[in-house]
């Protein structure tokens, strides 16, 4: 099993490094609040380690469990650290001021934003169609979630849908990167729909048939 890099200490942060020490995997927690990843770290324990921005990466594969804004920041700052580095990118780049909209251009996306600033780096979108509270089981009414993965390397991507399976969900191989500006609209729209649904947060968005 691999290493796994954590950015963030928040709900999304605590949701996928739980599949990953399901999986067997080592987990990294990195914050700017290094008291809070290591809360989370503890929280988790399995032998996760936690440290500050400033910490090295032992992950080959680092997941950026931020908002979208603060993605970016990080990956600016960790510019280097990165370099060579699987980067997922894990956000929704929604107008939270108006939930409306997406803030990315319209022929971008979250992701390929990312790219932009870390091109050393093989970013892959993933996690942003699952919602926090059903990553903690991996699955929703007994069914795997399902985690669409979009990136322009076949080999990051793969890492990636390692990371997912073996973690107990399905991956998903939605194409090369671009298609992260379809899967950030889905995941606006099932966002957007947890009003009309009881706003549980606790639902999943299936491919099924296949």
């Known amino acids: 099993m691999s290493t796994i890099t954590i950015i963030g200490a928040g709900n999304m942060a605590r949701s996928i490094a739980t599949r990953a020490v399901a999986g067997g995997h080592a987990v990294q927690i990195l914050a700017r609040d290094e008291s809070a990843a290591g809360s989370l770290a503890a929280e988790l324990g399995a032998g996760v380690t936690a440290g500050s921005l400033a910490a090295a990466i032992s992950g080959d594969v680092v997941v950026l469990a931020l908002p979208y ?8 700052q960790l510019r280097d650290a990165l370099a060579g580095k699987v980067v997922v990118d894990i956000s929704n780049p929604v107008d939270f001021a108006t939930f409306d909209r997406l803030v990315t251009p319209d022929d971008s ?8 600033v870390i091109p050393g780096s093989k970013v892959v979108k993933g996690f942003n169609t699952v919602f926090a509270g059903t990553l903690v089981a991996g699955a929703v009414d007994g069914q795997k979630l399902d985690v669409a993965l979009a990136a322009d390397d076949a080999e990051a991507k793969d890492a990636v849908a390692a990371l997912v399976e073996s973690s107990g969900m399905r991956a998903i191989d939605a194409g090369p990167l ?16 947890q009003g009309q649904l009881g706003n549980t947060w606790s639902t999943a968005v299936k491919i099924i048939g296949a």
């Open 69 to 76: 804004d603060a993605s970016l920041a990080v990956a600016e």
């Open 109 to 116: 996306s979250a992701a390929q934003e990312i790219q932009k």
């Open 178 to 193: 671009k298609r992260a500006h379809q899967l950030e609209g889905i995941g606006f729209l099932h966002m957007a729909v």
